[in-house]
């Protein structure tokens, strides 16, 4: 079973932290230059090791898309669309793809309406209704602000990946 189609709760006894991996951590992962690389890469060694399944949706992905291939001038990264397919693939490989459904569509709009959520948040609520769907609990992202109307109405935990990689630094690292 590859990573893009195992079930993350398959045979868990306790139930585990299961996370959203946001897309501006994705972005983070991909572009070296970033000062938030670093950080990235260690939350997502340490939370690797913890054995948390990494999850993303297609959202996640086509977000990353987007953003990944448009032009640095415009707040892009700039890859060509075969360098944004690799990394696309990449992800596949690393993280557990989970699958748009219509219940993630419905619960969307049980979220926007009891939130008021207008604009360019509605993406965001998007990504609330999955995780609400799938079960997942956490959501790593540098973006915390944008999601944390939903913590407590929905128990999403929202996660700070430099929280996660400051507290799990070893000395001399």
Same mark, same amino acid.
């Given at each position: 079973? @590859? ?6 709760? *398959? ?5 585990? +932290?299961?996370?959203?991996?946001? @897309?501006?951590?994705? !972005?983070? $992962? +991909? $572009?070296?230059? &970033?000062?938030?690389? *670093? ?21 996640? !992905? ?33 993280? &557990?793809?989970?699958? $748009? ?13 009891? #939130?008021? +959520? ?27 602000? $944008?999601? &944390?109307? #939903? ?23």
């Amino acid at each position: 079973m @590859t990573a893009a189609t195992a079930n993350p709760l *398959a045979g868990a006894s306790a139930k585990p +932290v299961l996370y959203l991996v946001d @897309t501006n951590i994705l !972005l983070r $992962d +991909v $572009d070296a230059s &970033h000062s938030h690389h *670093a950080t990235t890469r260690q939350a997502l060694r340490f939370l690797a090791t913890t054995g948390a399944p990494l999850c993303l949706i297609p959202q996640n !992905l086509i977000e990353f898309w987007v953003a990944a291939t448009r032009p640095t001038a415009v707040n892009g990264l700039g890859l060509s669309p075969a360098q944004a397919q690799a990394s696309i693939a990449q992800f596949e490989a690393s993280f &557990h793809l989970l699958p $748009d459904t219509s219940v993630i569509f419905a619960e969307w709009k049980r979220i926007v309406t009891a #939130y008021t +959520v207008s604009g360019k948040t509605a993406h965001d609520a998007r990504l609330i209704a999955a995780m609400k769907v799938h079960g997942l609990t956490h959501l790593l992202t540098f973006n915390g602000n $944008d999601f &944390h109307r #939903y913590s407590i109405g929905e128990s999403i935990t929202v996660v700070d990946p430099h929280s996660v990689a400051l507290s799990h630094v070893s000395p001399g690292q």
